[in-house]
């Protein structure tokens, strides 16, 4: 995992500015300038990479969320099954149901 600032490729434009190279090469793709309120996110995560294919236009807000995103896994503490969830919370159990019969597998033994 990359720690920091990502790095990324920079490149002058015909205006003769420093533009990141990937939002040059999706104008040119797209045939005109993006707003600077529109973010291009890396799908694979790796800056360097300028393919377009790995090029995606988002909003700040989407972008956020994207990055923010964290799918953990987790095991299930009453059938065993494995599951992931999109939460940086601990998760005991794959659903309602398994963590209600938890519950009341321990109701029983108190009786
Ligand atoms: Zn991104
Ligand atoms: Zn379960």
Not at 66 to 85: A, D, Q, R, T
Request: aromatic share 10%; net charge positive.
């Amino acid at each position: 995992m990359h720690k920091g600032k990502f790095p990324y490729y920079e490149c002058i434009n015909e205006e003769r500015k420093i533009v990141k190279y990937h939002r040059y090469i999706l104008e040119k793709h797209l045939g005109k300038k993006l707003e600077n309120n529109i973010h291009v996110h890396h799908i694979d995560g790796n800056s360097l990479n300028n393919e377009i294919s790995n090029l995606q236009i988002l909003t700040p807000k989407e972008h956020i969320k994207l990055h923010h995103e964290v799918i953990s896994k987790f095991k299930c503490f009453w059938c065993g099954k494995e599951f992931f969830k999109n939460t940086r919370r601990k998760r005991k159990f794959c659903s309602l149901s398994c963590s209600s019969k938890y519950g009341n597998s321990l109701k029983k033994k108190h009786i």
